[in-house]
Nanobody
Framework: QVELVESGGGLVQAGDSLRLSCAAS????????MGWIRQAPGKGREFVGV????????LIADSTKGRFTISRENAKNTMYLQMSGLTPEDTAIYYC????????????????WGQGTQVIVSS
């Protein structure tokens, strides 16, 4: 069973920071890549960032580069998305995802999805 469990979403004000967490377990631990995809109300899925679980390297989407970072805590099999300088345009459901290949996450078609965590940024 693949398990990706997000937490940390909530309602914040513009300019605030927020950290999302994603705990992986089960078969999710077999995937080489974990990442974040978001979906804003009425919009399509948008790649946010991806983590190479072996090497630790990350790739952040241009739209959030400089404001969002991804980190991990191997002992807890947990990935984090640190978000700063939030704007109302960052309002979305943020999904933790996992895949065998990096392009699957970048292209919005990962193998596994978490249930999502809502982030609302008020102006």
């Amino acid at each position: 069973q693949v398990e990706l469990v997000e937490s940390g979403g909530g309602l914040v004000q513009a300019g605030d920071s927020l950290r999302l967490s994603c705990a992986a377990s089960g078969l999710a631990l077999n995937f080489n890549y974990m990442g974040w995809i978001r979906q804003a109300p009425g919009k399509g899925r948008e790649f946010v960032g991806v983590l190479d679980r072996s090497a630790g390297g990350t790739l952040i989407a241009d739209s959030t580069k400089g404001r969002f970072t991804i980190s991990r805590e191997n002992a807890k099999n947990t990935m984090y998305l640190q978000m700063s300088g939030l704007t109302p345009e960052d309002t979305a459901i943020y999904y933790c995802v996992a895949a065998e290949k990096i392009h699957m996450i970048v292209n919005g078609s990962p193998a596994s999805w978490g249930q999502g965590t809502q982030v609302i940024v008020s102006s």
